[in-house]
């Protein structure tokens, strides 16, 4: 797949970002992988369950069947069609081991040859299935898949971010360099530790990848990264200089303070005279990630999920020309929060089939299933639509306020549930209603604007853009303001959007706490039907209401109890300090007395 971003062409290529340690913004890892898939179509999720068994061929050159038996269970991002029961080819994924795994294929690597070599999406679902920890994983995909078998067909970049660790693995079928990450890494499709290893890219690029050049040129002058091709100036102006790529390439027009991406580079006017110009000329994935790291450093410390969807949308025109995070056709986006604790029931993943015209939602590992649409590739479909229909940008904050009610909720389950219940199969049954639920809303919501780009109502859309706000029940309060504004058929959509978020949290009152809500919720139900819209939100509202006050009791009891713990720390904190001081004291007065 090819896109074009300021008249350049970046073909099929991915972005990932960790943020790991002290740079997020709790106790959890992150990774986002944004997937330009090699195998395009619409871009779904699939759960594979532990016990789950197929056989897939060897790389060697007679391809003999193996039989396999998942170890772990996992979900993965893969194009429609490849999940069971064909082979599951995962673009990313996450375990019920807490690891999440991205990857970036690497160009022009030492790679085998034969048909029965193995894809990324081969080497991914190897390790997901089988690893137990990050240190198992590695093994997995260095010891196993390149030193033993020399199973790639492609070299690749992979991303391994687990509860504890997180690593970077540049490999081909031959050779491969492991790196701990400690905080953070940007990076797309091109070696950095391996670029010894890549000789075209050392003959005809740069003889290393953060090669940077800044020098006083004239017309005629060639710039060269330690290798044979360059920029050559072809015009020297006092405010503007004309390049090209040496020795063949396209003429590019700079001004004073200007850069722009020249094939393989990344080239600044920093000054000019009309006869001669400084200029900085470096590689240009190395002024992308430089690009990149302005934006994760300003965050880092504080790094969370929201940050992670932010990135993914970022444009070219917010890189300075060079490619954007999110450029359309059947791109995805995953960002994964693996905690440090809990992870086999708490990780997660947050799924936009497309970010720059979809709506995150989130997956837990834990789950028992996931919202239809989103396994059949309706979601992506969809997204498609809006992005043609829509073009980029404009429905970015219409989906965030959606997101940030959807993080707020998500956020509030959470944390009561890992302080009041250990039982894995209850949490399992909360965290699959809650995000299917919350998949549900998204895909109405994707579904509404949709339909608004049919009617061309600007006073209606503006109305349906503002509903979504902070938290359920203000959602709700928005809803009921415009609601009669609206046509029946988005009046339908909407009381589904409605009932959806009724239904969640009637089924979670009574799963975490006991208490019986739907009567309220059939009441709302028939209500509607009968049209009897006002009585209908009433009976969503006292739901909701009802779940609010419970949550806000049950927070405030946890936070009374970590304070209590939290002060039960300090004065035993302080009781030790007295008594290592005292018997310090001692010591030293007995010392005295014996001299």
């Known amino acids: 797949q090819t896109t074009n971003a300021y008249n350049i062409d970046w073909s099929g290529e991915c972005k990932d970002i960790i943020a790991v340690g002290d740079a997020t913004a709790g106790n959890y890892n992150l990774l986002l992988k944004v997937r330009d898939p090699s195998r395009p179509g619409l871009q779904t999720l699939c759960i594979v369950n532990k016990g789950y068994e197929y056989d897939y061929h060897s790389p060697s050159i007679f391809g003999k069947k193996i039989h396999f038996k998942v170890d772990q269970k996992f979900i993965g991002v893969v194009t429609k069609g490849d999940a069971p029961p064909n082979i599951v080819k995962p673009g990313m994924a996450f375990s019920d081991t807490g690891i999440a795994y991205g990857d970036a294929d690497s160009p022009i690597g030492w790679i085998r040859l034969n048909k029965n070599a193995w894809d990324d999406f081969d080497?991914?679902?190897?390790?997901?299935?089988?690893?137990?920890?990050?240190?198992?994983?590695?093994?997995?995909?260095?010891?196993?898949?390149?030193?033993?078998?020399?199973?790639?067909?492609?070299?690749?970049?992979?991303?391994?971010?687990?509860?504890?660790?997180?690593?970077?693995?540049?490999?081909?079928?031959?050779?491969?360099?492991?790196?701990?990450?400690?905080?953070?890494?940007?990076?797309?499709?091109?070696?950095?530790?391996?670029?010894?290893?890549?000789?075209?890219?050392?003959?005809?690029?740069?003889?290393?990848?953060?090669?940077?050049?800044?020098?006083?040129?004239?017309?005629?002058?060639?710039?060269?990264?330690?290798?044979?091709?360059?920029?050559?100036?072809?015009?020297?102006?006092?405010?503007?200089?004309?390049?090209?790529?040496?020795?063949?390439?396209?003429?590019?027009?700079?001004?004073?303070?200007?850069?722009?991406?020249?094939?393989?580079?990344?080239?600044?006017?920093?000054?000019?005279?009309?006869?001669?110009?400084?200029?900085?000329?470096?590689?240009?994935?190395?002024?992308?990630?430089?690009?990149?790291?302005?934006?994760?450093?300003?965050?880092?410390?504080?790094?969370?999920?929201?940050?992670?969807?932010?990135?993914?949308?970022?444009?070219s025109d917010d890189l300075n020309g060079l490619r954007g995070m999110c450029e359309g056709g059947y791109e995805a986006s995953m960002v994964y929060r693996i905690p440090s604790e809990n992870y086999d029931i708490l990780s997660m993943g947050w799924f936009a089939p497309n970010q720059c015209s979809s709506i995150f939602v989130p997956v837990h590992i834990c789950v028992n299933g996931i919202y239809e649409p989103y396994q059949s590739g309706e979601a992506a479909r969809f997204s498609s639509e809006l992005l043609k229909k829509y073009g980029h940008k404009t429905l970015t904050p219409v989906f965030e306020n959606t997101e940030n009610v959807f993080l707020n909720e998500n956020n509030k389950i959470e944390k009561i549930v890992k302080n009041t219940i250990t039982n894995k199969t209850e949490l399992a049954e909360i965290f699959t209603i809650s995000d299917t639920e919350m998949q549900k809303q998204a895909f109405i919501t994707l579904s509404l604007w949709y339909d608004l780009a049919k009617n061309k109502n600007l006073y209606i859309s503006s109305k349906i853009a503002n509903i979504w706000e902070k938290n359920y029940y203000i959602t709700l309060q928005n809803i009921k303001r415009v609601f009669n504004d609206l046509k029946n058929d988005l009046k339908e959509k909407i009381l589904d959007l409605v009932l959806s978020i009724g239904k969640s949290r009637e089924k979670l009152s009574f799963l975490i706490f006991g208490r019986n809500l739907s009567k309220y919720y059939k009441d709302a139900k028939t209500c509607f039907d009968n049209k009897n819209y006002e009585k209908g939100f009433e009976n969503i509202e006292t739901i909701l209401n009802t779940w609010n006050q419970t949550t806000f009791n049950e927070i405030k009891a946890i936070n009374a109890k970590n304070d209590k713990n939290i002060g039960y720390i300090i004065i035993f904190a302080f009781v030790s300090i007295g008594l290592l001081v005292l018997t310090l004291f001692t010591v030293i007065i007995k010392r005295k007395r014996v001299n």
């Open 123 to 315: 080497w991914i679902r190897y390790a997901c299935q089988t690893a137990e920890n990050e240190d198992d994983a590695i093994s997995l995909l260095t010891e196993d898949v390149v030193k033993k078998m020399h199973a790639p067909r492609v070299a690749e970049n992979l991303f391994i971010v687990g509860p504890k660790k997180a690593f970077l693995i540049e490999a081909d079928a031959y050779h491969y360099r492991v790196k701990e990450i400690k905080d953070i890494l940007v990076m797309s499709n091109y070696p950095k530790e391996l670029w010894s290893n890549r000789p075209l890219r050392r003959v005809l690029i740069s003889s290393s990848f953060d090669k940077n050049v800044e020098k006083q040129v004239h017309k005629g002058s060639i710039v060269r990264l330690g290798a044979l091709l360059g920029i050559k100036i072809l015009n020297v102006n006092k405010d503007s200089i004309v390049v090209k790529r040496f020795p063949l390439g396209k003429k590019v027009i700079l001004n004073k303070g200007e850069e722009k991406t020249v094939d393989y580079f990344q080239v600044k006017l920093v000054d000019s005279n009309g006869k001669t110009a400084r200029i900085n000329v470096c590689y240009k994935y190395y002024a992308w990630e430089q690009k990149m790291m302005n934006y994760i450093l300003s965050k880092y410390g504080s790094i969370d999920v929201r940050d992670m969807m932010n990135w993914s949308r970022l444009h």
